[in-house]
């Protein structure tokens, strides 16, 4: 019984020295903004019209519009396909194969 209780009562204290390492991790993350968003990239945004350019400043041409078109796909003849099933059964073949001799190997001795 007695045992029972240390366990309980290191366990409380293992918890409460988690809960503080937390709250100063936090207190530090918010404290210094600088450091909490450093890993945020900044946000870029259109730059500044130059000030020199800015009487013969043009409009910029409109960018060119390409249209979407699907390409199609290509069936396989049938003669290829007819090719890849003898190749796909040995391949089947070999794996039983290499199996059987797996499990060969593996048995316990009578």
Same mark, same amino acid.
């Given at each position: 019984?007695?045992? @029972?209780? @240390?366990?309980?009562?290191?366990?409380? /204290?293992?918890?409460?020295?988690?809960?503080? #390492?937390? %709250?100063?991790? @936090?207190?530090?993350?918010?404290?210094?903004?600088?450091? %909490?968003?450093?890993?945020?990239? &900044?946000?870029? /945004?259109?730059?500044?019209?130059?000030?020199?350019?800015?009487?013969? %400043?043009?409009? &910029?041409?409109?960018?060119?519009?390409?249209?979407?078109?699907?390409?199609?796909? +290509?069936?396989?003849?049938? %003669?290829?396909?007819?090719?890849?099933?003898?190749?796909? !059964? !040995?391949?089947?073949?070999?794996? #039983?194969?290499?199996?059987? +001799? @797996?499990?060969?190997?593996?048995? &316990?001795?009578?």
């Amino acid at each position: 019984m007695r045992q @029972l209780r @240390l366990a309980i009562l290191a366990g409380i /204290g293992i918890l409460a020295l988690c809960g503080v #390492a937390i %709250a100063v991790a @936090l207190s530090d993350y918010v404290s210094h903004p600088a450091v %909490a968003v450093a890993h945020v990239p &900044p946000v870029v /945004g259109p730059g500044a019209p130059d000030p020199v350019n800015t009487a013969q %400043a043009e409009a &910029p041409p409109p960018m060119p519009q390409t249209p979407v078109t699907a390409v199609p796909v +290509e069936q396989a003849p049938a %003669a290829q396909a007819q090719r890849q099933a003898p190749v796909a !059964q !040995q391949n089947q073949d070999a794996l #039983a194969r290499l199996l059987q +001799e @797996l499990q060969r190997r593996h048995r &316990p001795p009578h």
